[in-house]
């Protein structure tokens, strides 16, 4: 069923008793109603051994990003963060000294976007490390983007650039490998967890790929830009689980077909140069690579004038009728079917 068709199945009997309750399942966060402003929740949880991995990712690195992919759920509804809990399953491998370093980064990352921490729970755990947290925010009623408002003829955008996380990983799973390769010394026989000082010639230069993997940034700059040019989303998700995957959840909620340029697709210089020396398609990691963490949204084509000035921000393509599916359109005009290659929680 794959990670979202399984949500579907278990959810789909989901009947909403609360009237406060006005989006359950189903987009970036759930909303509620307790007043003036919508409170917006979402959830993320992280695992040791399939979504990171302690031997290259240092822990104040991962409470940071753990933080920050909740907040960016937030923002892709439009919204702002205001409070987090965080819950754990430690495995007793790890020394209070080790717990700290990751709270280090989760309360880093709640002083920069001006979150409180607001509670949590611990447990042991016989897998290693579980991270979960819950991230409350707020909107305005009239300021909410969902997943399924884009319209023919929208535009579709993208903040910064795509695969430049993906490649970051892969040039520390090879590292690693290169390291594992190594004859093992008796007085170091294992690597210092989170501290990948193996192959660091390797990493010169390629500092802003590893930012990217380890410690990514939610767009919150984007959403202010928008607001003071005067331009609203008609929808928005962010980018986790690479831009098609994420492409194909607005079209398909909204009931329409895309198309998006190949020549268009923002893609930095070093990921271009890292994917040729891998033997990598860079095109192909851009769409499916995943866990970039920009901001992908359809807005009126009306708003055209008003994005251009927009620092970081690319329009790679429009909204199309759904009998036209969606496709990328490469260099050359060929039409190539998008599909979901992206994460997949359960293909491993």
């Given at each position: ?5 399984l ?6 009997d ?5 009237p406060?309750t ?9 909303v509620m ?15 040791e051994?399939?979504?990171f991995?302690?031997e ?6 991962l ?7 909740n ?24 020394s209070?000294?080790?717990i ?16 409180d ?32 408002g884009?319209?023919l003829?929208d ?8 695969g430049?996380?993906y ?6 799973e ?15 026989p ?6 990948p ?8 230069g390629?500092e ?13 700059d ?17 980018v ?5 995957s ?9 009931g329409?077909?895309c ?9 930095d ?25 920009e ?15 927009v ?16 496709n ?9 079917a ?11």
């Open positions: 069923m794959g990670e979202f068709g949500i579907k199945h278990l959810t789909k989901l009947k909403q008793v609360q406060s006005k989006k359950g399942v189903g987009d970036d966060c759930a109603d307790f007043g003036t402003k919508k409170v917006l929740m979402t959830t993320d949880m992280l695992l051994g399939i979504h991995n302690l290259y990712v240092p822990l104040k690195h409470g940071y990003k753990a933080a920050v992919v907040f960016s759920d937030i923002y892709a509804m439009n919204g702002t963060p205001t409070q987090i809990t965080v819950s754990l399953g430690i495995s007793k491998r790890f209070v000294e080790d700290e370093a990751l709270y280090s980064g989760i309360r880093l990352a709640c002083e920069r976007y001006n979150v921490l607001v509670g949590g729970d611990t447990c042991a755990s016989m897998t290693g490390l579980t991270i979960s947290i819950t991230c409350l925010g707020t909107a305005a009623a009239k300021d909410i983007v969902y997943r399924n884009a319209k003829n535009l579709i955008c993208v903040s910064g650039n795509l430049t996380a490649m970051g990983l892969q040039l520390l090879r590292e690693l490998m290169v390291y594992r390769s190594q004859p093992i010394d008796a007085n170091n294992s690597p210092l967890r989170g501290e000082e193996w192959g660091s010639e390797a990493f010169t390629k802003y790929l590893l930012e990217r993997q380890l410690k990514p940034e939610a767009r919150r984007i959403l202010e830009s928008l607001r003071k040019a005067g331009v609203k989303p008609t929808a928005m998700m962010d986790s689980d690479g831009l098609s994420e492409l194909l959840h607005i079209c398909s909620q909204s329409v077909g198309c998006v340029y190949e020549d268009k697709l923002p893609i210089y070093e990921a271009a140069a890292l994917a040729e020396e891998m033997n990598l398609n860079i095109v192909t990691c851009a769409l499916n690579g995943g866990e970039d963490y901001l992908l949204f359809t807005c009126s084509l009306d708003d055209y004038e008003k994005l251009i000035p620092e970081d921000l690319y329009i790679i393509g429009h909204i199309t009728k759904p009998e036209y599916g969606c990328l359109i490469g260099r050359n005009g060929e039409e190539l998008l599909k979901a290659q992206g994460w997949n929680a359960f293909q491993l």
